[in-house]
């Protein structure tokens, strides 16, 4: 009867909602806000890392960039941050990279916190080593015999 057809047309137009919206989401990259952020600076301060760090695990407030960062990072995590921009990928390989050298400790309190499995540590260690092997041979002044396979 009638009461069928406004309930299927009810149930399409949700389902044509649902689609929008999940397209949206795969679509929108994270705000741009702090793409200028100055990573190095802070990365180059062991008060302003602790305080990030503090915030990340929810032992102190934190900053608004903190704020939006600790709201983002487990999606980031969780698809490869597939909505970052390029940019934000590089701050973010950037970030981790200096953490796992510069601040063991507080790296190692990120993993116990955001990867408990160690799936993204994981992913992260073949990351680096494909770099290390990229970096072999130097600054690349010499005769540049590059190559290798794998």
Avoid at 34 to 53: H, M
Avoid at 69 to 79: D, N, V, W
Wanted: net charge positive.
């Amino acid at each position: 009867g009638k009461m069928r057809k406004v309930w299927l047309l009810a149930s399409a137009v949700l389902a044509f909602l649902n689609f929008v919206k999940s397209q949206e989401l795969a679509r929108t990259l994270y705000s741009p806000r702090y793409d200028n952020l100055d990573i190095d600076t802070i990365l180059a301060s062991n008060r302003l890392v602790s305080n990030y760090v503090d915030c990340l695990l929810s032992r102190k407030p934190c900053p608004p960039e903190g704020k939006d960062l600790k709201r983002i990072l487990p999606e980031a995590l969780r698809t490869k941050c597939a909505r970052c921009s390029p940019t934000q990928k590089e701050n973010a390989l950037k970030i981790i990279t200096r953490l796992y050298y510069d601040y063991p400790d507080q790296y190692r309190a990120l993993r116990e916190r955001w990867d408990p499995s160690g799936e993204y540590h994981r992913r992260f260690e073949e990351y680096l080593r494909g770099l290390q092997f990229n970096q072999i041979g130097g600054s690349g002044v010499g005769g540049g015999t590059g190559g290798g396979t794998g």
